[in-house]
């Protein structure tokens, strides 16, 4: 009786996943809208909670990695193809849907990280936090900078892109 190798056996159980069959699979751009307003929603909710601090500190993380989880899924399958794609053609509409809708989102993020290297110095300085706590906060404020970056740009062009209904007329 002959035994497969450790490797093979894996790459065995990965293939019965079926992931490696997707990941060849070029993926469906679509637009995102309900999934971008989401993950937006969740993450401004989240950070809200966390600045009230105290035991929303701890909830307000919660909620705020699942706005995270969900903006993950954005670039991925939304509108805008990727930055350096080898399966994707990417031709001067995709180049100039993805210059908008990033400098849509840059002097958002810009203005939102502004106010939080101001805000979160002065909510310590007001309010006595202690530094634990304003360490949390300031990594809270970075993932939710990370919602943000995958968000805005995919509701951008979701929102100029015509459904699909529209296209066909």
Not at 16 to 41: E, F, M, S
Not at 89 to 97: P, S
Not at 103 to 128: D, E, H
Request: glycine share 10%; charged share 15%.
């Amino acid at each position: 009786m002959t035994t497969k190798p450790f490797l093979e056996r894996l790459d065995n159980i990965a293939d019965r996943t079926g992931i490696p069959a997707l990941a060849k699979q070029q993926p469906r751009r679509r637009p995102l809208r309900g999934l971008a307003i989401v993950a937006l929603a969740l993450g401004t909710i989240g950070m809200t909670m966390a600045l009230f601090g105290g035991r929303l500190l701890g909830l307000g993380d919660g909620v705020l990695v699942v706005g995270l989880a969900l903006s993950v899924w954005l670039p991925l399958v939304g509108p805008i193809k990727p930055w350096m794609s080898f399966t994707e053609r990417v031709d001067e509409l995709d180049v100039q849907i993805r210059a908008k809708a990033y400098l849509t989102a840059l002097p958002i993020i810009l203005l939102v990280a502004m106010c939080g290297l101001v805000g979160l110095p002065t909510l310590a300085w007001l309010q006595q936090r202690p530094p634990a706590e304003m360490a949390v906060l300031g990594g809270l404020a970075a993932m939710y900078l990370l919602i943000l970056w995958n968000a805005i740009p995919t509701l951008h062009a979701s929102w100029r892109r015509l459904p699909a209904g529209e296209l066909d007329d």
